[in-house]
T-cell receptor, first 111, second 113 residues
C-alpha cells in the first residue's frame, strides 16, 4: 500500500518568515495530494490540494508543489502569522482508493 | 447543513465493555470513513464505505466493526474495548465515491481503562 513520510515533525519560525513542510510518497501512481490543518482540539480541515497533472498550486499565502519524478510534495506558507500555528498533515491517494496520511508537523509561529 | 456530526464527544470505558460511536452526515456524501488519531502517528484509517451497503477495511481494522445501512449514518462499534483503543476518533465524508476533499466530524475522545 501507499506510504507517506512527512518532515519535519516540529517546526518553529519567526512571525513573517516562511515555513516549508515536505512529504514523500511511495506509490508512483498516486494522483491526489491534500494538506490538512488541525488546530488544537479541533478537527482536521482541508487547506489546499493538488492533483498529479499539476506542478504547483497557490492560494493566497499558501502553496503546494509536486515533484512526481522524485515522488515528493511540499507545503509552503509565506508571511506566517500566529494563527498559522497548528498541526499540518499531508496525504496521498492512489486512484480512487483510500487516503494515506503523514504523521503530521507541529508548526509554531514565534511572535 | 450540520455537516458531519459525531456522538458522543467524550467517552470512558472499562476494558471489555462495548459501545458504538455514532457518525452522521447530511450532505448526501457517498464516501465515509473512520480514523483514529494517536500522538505522533497521524490519522490512521480504520474502516471506510463507498456507499450504502458497502464497507471495507482500512489500515487498522482489528477490534472494530462498521455497517452502512443508510447513506447518512456510519456507526463504529467496539465489541470488547481494550486500553490500546484509547484514542481520538474522527469520522469523515466526501461527496464522490472516493476520498476526495474529506470533511471531518468534531471527533470523539475515547479512554479505555
Amino acid at each position: 500500500g501507499e506510504n507517506v513520510e512527512q518532515h519535519p515533525s516540529t517546526l518553529s519560525v519567526q512571525e513573517g518568515d516562511s515555513a516549508v513542510i515536505k512529504c514523500t510518497y511511495s506509490d508512483s501512481a498516486s494522483n491526489y495530494f491534500p494538506w490538512y490543518k488541525q488546530e488544537l482540539g479541533k478537527r482536521p480541515q482541508l487547506i489546499i490540494d493538488i492533483r498529479s497533472n499539476v506542478g504547483e498550486k497557490k492560494d493566497q499565502r499558501i502553496a503546494v508543489t509536486l515533484n512526481k519524478t522524485a515522488k515528493h510534495f511540499s507545503l509552503h506558507i509565506t508571511e506566517t502569522q500566529p494563527e498559522d500555528s497548528a498541526v499540518y498533515f499531508c496525504a496521498a491517494r492512489f486512484g480512487n482508493e483510500k487516503l494515506t496520511f503523514g504523521t503530521g508537523t507541529r508548526l509554531t509561529i514565534i511572535p | 447543513n450540520a455537516g458531519v456530526t459525531q456522538t458522543p464527544k467524550f467517552q470512558v470505558l472499562k476494558t471489555g465493555q462495548s459501545m458504538t460511536l455514532q457518525c452522521a452526515q447530511d450532505m448526501n456524501h457517498e464516501y465515509m470513513s473512520w480514523y483514529r488519531q494517536d500522538p505522533g502517528m497521524g490519522l490512521r484509517l480504520i474502516h471506510y464505505s463507498v456507499g450504502a451497503g458497502i464497507t471495507d477495511q482500512g489500515e487498522v481494522p482489528n477490534g472494530y466493526n462498521v455497517s452502512r445501512s443508510t447513506t447518512e449514518d456510519f456507526p463504529l462499534r467496539l465489541l470488547s474495548a481494550a486500553p490500546s483503543q484509547t484514542s481520538v476518533y474522527f469520522c469523515a465524508s466526501s461527496g464522490t465515491g472516493s476520498p476526495d476533499t474529506q470533511y471531518f466530524g468534531p471527533g470523539t475522545r475515547l479512554t479505555v481503562l
